[in-house]
């Protein structure tokens, strides 16, 4: 089993910043891909960014440029820093990650955007 923390969640105006962190602890050797998903009211949850264990980072379009992810191994975390963010960012982000073929999930930290 993986354990997924996240944190880092909140309220910001348009334009702003915000840090999302989410911590995995458990039986994390053999864990590859971590990264985000999110969910807005109404819609289906969809990718946001990944980052391979080898480092390798993938990016949804709607995100390219304003957002990166990255990671410490050592803390077995891994980071959503997000920038310049829009009214249309606002959603629930989750964390995932995948062990042995098998996807776990965090509890969902909420992000609010305001114009």
């Known amino acids: 089993q993986v354990q997924l923390v996240e944190s880092g969640g909140g309220k910001v105006q348009a334009g702003g910043s915000l840090r999302l962190s989410c911590t995995a602890s458990?039986?994390?050797?053999?864990?590859?891909?971590m990264g985000w998903f999110r969910q807005a009211p109404g819609n289906q949850r969809e990718p946001v960014a990944r980052i391979h264990v080898e480092g390798e980072t993938t990016y949804e379009d709607t995100v390219k440029g304003r957002f990166t992810i990255s990671r410490d191994t050592a803390k077995n975390t891994v980071y959503l820093q997000m920038d310049s963010l829009k009214p249309e960012d606002t959603a629930v982000y989750y964390c995932?990650?995948?062990?042995?073929?098998?996807?776990?999930w965090g509890q969902g930290t909420q992000v609010t955007v305001s114009s």
């Open positions: 458990g039986s994390i050797l053999g864990m590859n891909n």
């Open positions: 995932f990650a995948v062990r042995g073929g098998r996807v776990y």
